[in-house]
């Protein structure tokens, strides 16, 4: 009898409440966890592999086949054209990532901690996305009677007497483009930074101020590392919309500055697939050491 008993231990005890209840758990994660995995499946990691296979296709002046080949990519590596596009698509990133931050953080800084009342503070925050209101190509398009040479700038620095003749190098240059993304791209900044700030208790910056600390103390040891995710998620919507740009380069350059967003539109429209997707495969690894980059910065899972 005791040998019996021991022989129905072990299905007893698979058959107790807290066992079937772990599993009923695992199985309704897994059913939650199924769409998801499948559309990420189906609509990132395939279309991602498609590229990199169709990169290296044999690609021809007129015609592109399947024979695989490592042409395209040693032409796209070789050429100063495309080397110098991602030079240029990484200075721009960069530049455009430290002005949003600089000019999103005190934005931010006022919205989310100087302004206690909920109301005002969303009527702010409205204030900062209205101009998304608009089409995208509009509020593009709008900074070309801004920056021409008879544009509203040289304008009134002329009529002001600060200028005696129009500054050349606002508008088709390098400068347009900067100012156009970072007034783009400046509000992705500001929103999740704010949403950090907001989450800081005053009572805590009360009692540094009891204790004696000044505003760039409370700032340096208490503002700054707890809004800290908040930068790193602003950081992460902008970089990986500035690297993909195409259209704010192509508007207010003038072509002159070729990102390895224009270079993927280009390729495409000339129908050479598989130099398209060479510049699409090493935009994506940019992007991939960027966001790599960021979040061994901040662990987001641990700070959000």
């Not at 505003?215 to 690297?243: D, K, Y």
């Amino acid at each position: 009898m005791m040998a019996a008993a021991t022989t129905d231990l072990p299905e007893a005890t698979s058959q107790s409440p807290a066992v079937a209840r772990a599993r009923k758990d695992r199985n309704r994660a897994l059913m939650l966890l199924t769409p998801g995995v499948i559309w990420m499946a189906l609509f990132m990691v395939l279309p991602m592999a498609m590229v990199i296979y169709v990169s290296f296709w044999t690609q021809t002046t007129f015609s592109v086949n399947s024979t695989l080949t490592t042409a395209s990519w040693e032409r796209f590596l070789s050429s100063p054209t495309y080397l110098s596009a991602i030079g240029t698509t990484i200075r721009i990133w960069a530049i455009v990532l430290v002005a949003t931050i600089a000019i999103g953080y005190p934005v931010a800084l006022f919205i989310g901690l100087f302004v206690r009342n909920k109301t005002l503070q969303t009527a702010l925050l409205v204030a900062c996305v209205i101009p998304f209101w608009t089409s995208f190509l509009i509020r593009v398009i709008a900074w070309r009677p801004m920056l021409g040479t008879e544009g509203a700038i040289n304008t009134i620095l002329m009529n002001l007497g600060i200028i005696h003749e129009p500054l050349t190098f606002l508008l088709f240059s390098e400068f347009s483009v900067l100012v156009g993304m970072t007034q783009i791209y400046c509000v992705f900044m500001v929103g999740p930074i704010t949403f950090m700030l907001g989450r800081i208790d005053p009572s805590v910056i009360e009692a540094a101020r009891d204790l004696g600390a000044s505003f760039g103390t409370i700032f340096r040891r208490i503002i700054l590392p707890l809004s800290l995710p908040g930068v790193v998620v602003g950081a992460i919507f902008v970089s990986v919309m500035v690297l993909g740009e195409f259209a704010t380069a192509a508007s207010l350059s003038g072509r002159k500055v070729n990102l390895l967003g224009n270079i993927i539109v280009s390729q495409v429209g000339s129908l050479k697939w598989a130099f398209a997707a060479v510049a699409g495969v090493v935009l994506t690894i940019i992007i991939t050491a960027v966001i790599a980059l960021a979040l061994r910065i901040v662990d987001l899972r641990k700070e959000m």
